[in-house]
Nanobody, 117 residues
């Protein structure tokens, strides 16, 4: 069983910052195949950031320059540092893990980020 536990969501004012964490337990797959997605009310789930095959982070255009995706291999944890948050960043953020050999998706339960004054 793959367990993905997200934390760090909350309410923040526009221009503020939050850091999300996602820690895996149980069956562990490559941390290079982990990423963050988000789903805003009434919209489809979309990719925010994940690692490319060479281990470098890929970002959606909407968050490039504001969000930083990083990892701590020793803690089996990935982070999403979100700066300069905008109301349109409001969404449930999901941690995603793909299985090493066939990219089957596993999802965390999500953490809510609300950007509002």
């Amino acid at each position: 069983q793959v367990n993905l536990v997200e934390s760090g969501g909350g309410l923040v004012q526009p221009g503020g910052s939050l850091r999300l964490s996602c820690t895996a337990s149980g069956i562990i797959f490559s941390i290079n195949k982990r990423g963050w997605y988000r789903q805003a009310p009434g919209k489809e789930r979309e990719l925010v950031a994940r690692f490319r095959s060479d281990g470098t982070p890929y970002y959606a255009d909407s968050v490039k320059g504001r969000f930083t995706f990083s990892r701590d291999n020793a803690k089996n944890t990935v982070y999403l540092q979100m700066n300069s948050l905008k109301p349109e960043d409001t969404a449930v953020y999901y941690c995603n893990q793909r299985r090493d050999w066939d990219d089957m998706d596993y999802w965390g339960e999500g953490t809510l980020v609300t950007v509002s004054s």
